[in-house]
């Protein structure tokens, strides 16, 4: 399972860079003024960051989260049996 997050990580990581660096390239070679270019850069990058952080808070949500519900369930569920040894014992 590790290795398959890690990839799902690595492929939005080479999205995200391949995209910036598409994106870089097209707008310098683009036929435009040093202002508009440097505006739509900046325009282009605001875009690319948002879709960023969306793209970062669906991985979360859809993986992440689910594992830290499961893992904080079964730590109160061990704690539970534990207090209740615990209590047994005494």
């Known amino acids: 399972m590790e290795s398959r997050d890690s990839g799902t990580v690595s492929f939005i990581a080479g999205l995200l ?8 390239v097209g707008m310098l ?4 003024s040093g202002e508009k270019t440097i505006a739509r850069i900046k325009r282009e990058g605001t875009r690319i960051v948002r879709k960023s952080m969306n793209a970062i808070d669906d991985f979360e949500k859809d ?3 689910p594992v830290v519900n499961k893992v904080t369930k079964e730590i109160k569920t061990r704690v539970a049996d534990v207090r209740a040894d615990v209590k047994a014992a005494l």
Do not use: K, M
Request: proline share 7%.
């Open 17 to 24: 860079l391949g995209g910036i660096i598409g994106a870089g």
């Open 29 to 32: 070679v683009a036929p435009e």
């Open 63 to 65: 993986q992440i989260e």
